[in-house]
């Protein structure tokens, strides 16, 4: 079976320093990865996706990064945090190659900011 | 704009009292629609996928319907654990990345 991992579950980071989040997940391979943002009462907002390694597709216009730099290895970067970077991050998995198929979450990061 | 949109934001229900939530969707060629469940401070967690028109599908006291512009979620019957946030989401156009665009969700409290 597939299972996804997130870390760490929670990060309080001052403004203006680093950011690495990492996601795995195990049981497949080649799979479609995102990485998703959801704010206080807000709904999911894709940030980025990869359909293989080194591929990385930005959706949304941030000092945010993503890297992949293994098959199942998903990262989200930033070099200086925001205020407004704060919020519950979640990675996702698809299976590579098929379209319009569900994706599984990981149990998220819960980023603040201060 | 492509967009999908859930009613009623929040839902209050007494324990047996059947509802249903609604996701609306306005997008080119929609490919897949899909229906979430999200405890607070976990990750979402898959229930369904529509394809068509037409389709249902059901999962103990869930089941889900879709028409050409809107689906639904129907509750029987819940249960106090049925409490949680649903979210709708959609997948369409040429692409084959599966890129879905959520709704806001539908906050759905059980009661006793």
Known sequence: ?114 | EDQVTQSPEALRLQEGESSSLNCSYTVSGLRGLFWYRQDPGKGPEFLFTLYSAGEEKEKERLKATLTKKESFLHITAPKPEDSATYLCAVTFGSSNTGKLIFGQGTTLQVKP
């Open chain 1, 1 to 114: 079976s597939q299972t996804i991992h997130q870390w760490p579950a929670t990060l309080v980071q001052p403004v203006g320093s680093p950011l690495s989040l990492e996601c795995t997940v195990e049981g497949t391979s080649n799979p479609n990865l995102y990485w998703y943002r959801q704010a206080a009462g807000r709904g999911l907002q894709l940030l980025f996706y990869s359909v293989g390694i080194g591929q990385i597709s930005s959706e949304v216009p941030q000092n945010l990064s993503a890297s992949r730099p293994q098959d199942r290895q998903f990262i989200l970067s930033s070099k200086k945090l925001l205020l407004s970077d704060s919020g519950f991050y979640l990675c996702a998995w698809s299976w590579g190659g098929l379209p319009a198929d569900e994706q599984f979450f990981g149990p998220g990061t819960r980023l603040t900011v201060l």
